[in-house]
C-alpha cells in the first residue's frame, strides 16, 4: 500500500540528495520491500506536491510584420521563430543567483521592414502567480536587437518560477492580455540562494551586485 511522507529539504538547497528506504518486520516475520514509484514535489500539502500558480494569458494577435526571433539570458538561449502571437518555452530553464546581474540580449524578426519594438520583462520573483510592476526586470526599445542587464534581488524566493518576454511595436506591453502587433514568450527561471521571500508578503528589491555576460 501506499505511504506518503513529507520531508524539509531546503537545507540541502543546490544539493544531491540520495534516499535510502528500509523495510521492517515485527514479530519475528520476514518479507521483502519493493518500491516501484516514487513522486517528488516541492512546495506543501499531501505528498509534498505543491500547486502551479495559474498565471494570466498575454499575446500578440498579428505577427506578419514582427515577433520575437530569438531570446538570450545568461545560459538560455532560444532562436525560436514566429509563434502567431504566443511561445511557451516553459519547459527551457535558466539558473540565477539571487543578488546577481545577468546580460540578457533579445533580437526581433520582421517580415520586411524593421520597427521600433518595446521589450519587458518579468519574473514572478515572489512566485505568487502574478507579474507586478516591481517584478519588471528589464525594458528596453529599438528597431534591432536590444540588450542589458536583468538583476535578481537578494529577497526573491528560491526555486521554480515563471519569466514572461513581451514584444510590442510602439509601446511597452502589460504582462497579462492580448495586444496588436508582437508576440509574447515564457519560460523558467531557477532561482538560488535568495532569502525566501513568499508570495504576497513584504517587498521587493531591484538592487542586485555582479555581472554576468552570455557565454560564448
Not at 543546490?14 to 516501484?36: P, R
Not at 495559474?54 to 530569438?70: H, L, M, V
Not at 504576497?200 to 552570455?214: E, Q
Request: include cysteine.
Amino acid at each position: 500500500y501506499w505511504q506518503e511522507a513529507t520531508v524539509d529539504l531546503s537545507a540541502y538547497n543546490g544539493s544531491s540528495v540520495e534516499l535510502l528506504f528500509l523495510g521492517y518486520t515485527v514479530n519475528g516475520w520476514q518479507g521483502d520491500i519493493a518500491v516501484d514509484h516514487i513522486r517528488v514535489g516541492t512546495g506543501s500539502g499531501s505528498g509534498g506536491g505543491g500547486s502551479t500558480p495559474n498565471y494570466c494569458s498575454a499575446s500578440g494577435e498579428n505577427t506578419n510584420y514582427e515577433w520575437i526571433q530569438r531570446v538570450q539570458l545568461f545560459t538560455l538561449d532560444n532562436n525560436s521563430g514566429n509563434n502567431n502571437g504566443y511561445g511557451d518555452y516553459t519547459n527551457l530553464s535558466v539558473n540565477l543567483n539571487a543578488g546577481g546581474t545577468y546580460y540578457t540580449q533579445l533580437t526581433p524578426g520582421f517580415g520586411s521592414s524593421s520597427y521600433q519594438e518595446y521589450w519587458r520583462i518579468w519574473i514572478d520573483l515572489n512566485q505568487d502567480g502574478n507579474f507586478g510592476e516591481e517584478e519588471i526586470v528589464f525594458s528596453g526599445n529599438g528597431s534591432s536587437t536590444v540588450n542589458g542587464l536583468v538583476p535578481i534581488p537578494q529577497n526573491a524566493k528560491n526555486g521554480s518560477t515563471r519569466m514572461r518576454v513581451a514584444m510590442q511595436w510602439n509601446n511597452y506591453a502589460s504582462a497579462c492580455g492580448s495586444f496588436t502587433y508582437g508576440e509574447v514568450e515564457d519560460y523558467t527561471v531557477v532561482i538560488n540562494g535568495g532569502s525566501g521571500l513568499t508570495g504576497g508578503n513584504g517587498s521587493l528589491s531591484a538592487g542586485a551586485t555582479g555581472a554576468s555576460s552570455l557565454p560564448e
